[in-house]
């Protein structure tokens, strides 16, 4: 009857468990988007333009031969990487960027945990 009980509670409960991770890794993904952000904007700031696309990221991180570059932005490098163990994207253009992940899926597109998630300042 125990065995029974405790099978009826990990019945219900574990999917409601799995759906909160999934939740909290897409959440802990935009959370560390928009501190990307705050530290590219910080970049900004010192620098007077936005890391290109060839140093990407990492400009956060290690000196450039960039006047003002007060950095490094970021404590280290493990905020490059999403929740599902990938850099981050980054694209700049036009005096604006983009910081993004495609989700647990890696693919464009998705719903859920496999959404993709964008910085604002588009």
Wanted: aromatic share 8%; glycine share 10%.
């Amino acid at each position: 009857m125990v065995l029974a009980i405790i099978a009826l509670i990990g019945t219900l409960v574990g999917p409601r468990v799995l759906g909160y991770i999934g939740t909290a890794k897409s959440d802990t993904a935009a959370t560390q988007i928009r501190n990307l952000s705050n530290a590219v904007e910080l970049f900004y700031l010192d620098v007077g333009a936005y890391p290109d696309d060839e140093a990407q990221l990492k400009a956060l991180l290690e000196p450039l031969s960039a006047a003002g570059w007060n950095g490094p932005y970021l404590k280290t490098a493990a905020s490059l990487i999403d929740p599902w163990g990938r850099t981050y994207r980054y694209k700049s253009a036009d005096g604006q960027f983009v910081i993004s992940t495609l989700g647990r899926d890696d693919k464009p597109g998705g719903t859920g945990e496999d959404a993709d998630l964008l910085s604002d300042t588009r």
